[in-house]
């Protein structure tokens, strides 16, 4: 396994999510405000979550992958202990109580899990995205390894998304990632990844109430494969398969703009962000997916120089992430 699509994974990350931040919720608006988003901008003055962010600045998606990757290689793997120990850490970093970039699963989980409950208990309602927008990095820990990736996807749900619904979508990505880091990787096996993950993930747990992760995937890659105008495909891809909070909905949108731009990086990053709703997590799984497609050579310099420069970003000691990744993930094949 290279370097370079571990960087790819990561990069991928933080560049979908910070591309992602400036838009609004439906795409009648950012396309008021925007037209096309096709770089870096700041969040907009009445942005409900990313009013005053700067350009280039990433969210909590990156941040808790991020956190959760170092927490993982400081315990030598993907343990639930060290899945607590990273959220709850990056949640007291950014002021979780009063932050209004702390999900609606995550703060119930984390201050369930302050006040001793069980960690087995305090996901058991987490149905929300936060299990996906974080998981990407547990696929690059298990490359070729798409089972190991889902069932350590799995711990990484427990303490605030322990619903099927959550762990499927998160097992979903974490598998994708996982064979999309191979070199000899196909979009059409890194969907199918997805889909296994998927399946495999949702029978973790008792059922939960949502729709199947598998065929919400399943029907943005016929959208998305469909033919025709790509604008009126990002359209169907919001009215029908949907970018709200919901993990069914950004799993599946993920998938779609995924193959509506054919698994380069930086197109990905532009059609999750004009696809608007939760366009940041939406664009930051999608392209991680994308970025351990391609690799680190597939970013141009003005989104690594951008990612670099912005301090949140450059806390997290990106590249020595990808080292600590390398390692492990080598001594594991």
């Not at 997916?289 to 050579?297: D, N, R």
Request: charged letters at 20%.
């Amino acid at each position: 396994m290279h370097k370079d699509k571990i960087l790819g994974g990561l990069y991928g990350q933080a560049f979908g999510d910070a591309f992602g931040m400036p838009a609004y919720f439906h795409p009648d608006q950012t396309a008021a405000a925007f037209g096309w988003i096709d770089d870096f901008l700041p969040g907009p003055p009445d942005h409900v979550v990313h009013a005053g962010l700067p350009a280039g600045r990433i969210t909590d998606d990156s941040e808790q992958a991020f956190s959760l990757a170092q927490a993982y290689l400081k315990h030598g793997g993907v343990t639930l202990e060290a899945t607590i120990e990273a959220i709850i850490s990056w949640y007291d970093r950014v002021g979780g109580d009063d932050s209004p970039y702390v999900g609606p699963s995550t703060r119930r989980g984390v201050q369930a899990l302050k006040r001793g409950i069980s960690p087995y208990e305090t996901g058991r309602m987490g149905d929300t995205n936060g299990a996906a927008m974080r998981v990407s990095v547990v696929g690059l820990l298990y490359p070729n390894d798409p089972m190991g990736a889902i069932e350590a996807a799995y711990t990484s749900c427990i303490p605030t998304h322990n619903t099927s619904v959550a762990i499927s979508g998160a097992s979903a990505i974490a598998a994708a990632v996982a064979v999309a880091i191979r070199d000899d990787a196909t979009l059409d096996a890194i969907i199918a990844a997805g889909m296994l993950g998927a399946e495999l993930g949702q029978k973790k747990v008792p059922a939960w109430l949502g729709p199947s992760v598998t065929r919400r995937i399943e029907m943005a890659v016929n959208i998305a494969r469909k033919g025709g105008d790509v604008k009126a495909r990002l359209r169907e891809l919001y009215d029908v398969v949907g970018t709200s909070l919901s993990i069914v909905e950004t799993v599946g949108a993920a998938f779609g703009v995924l193959v509506l731009a054919g698994g380069d990086v930086k197109q990905t990053g532009i059609y999750a962000t004009n696809l608007s709703g939760d366009a940041d997590t939406v664009a930051a799984i999608a392209c991680a997916i994308a970025g351990a497609y391609q690799g680190i050579g597939a970013f141009d310099n003005h989104i690594i120089q951008t990612l670099e420069n912005d301090p949140v970003f450059a806390a997290y000691g990106v590249r020595q992430i990808a080292d600590g990744i390398e390692k492990m993930a080598g001594s594991r094949s």
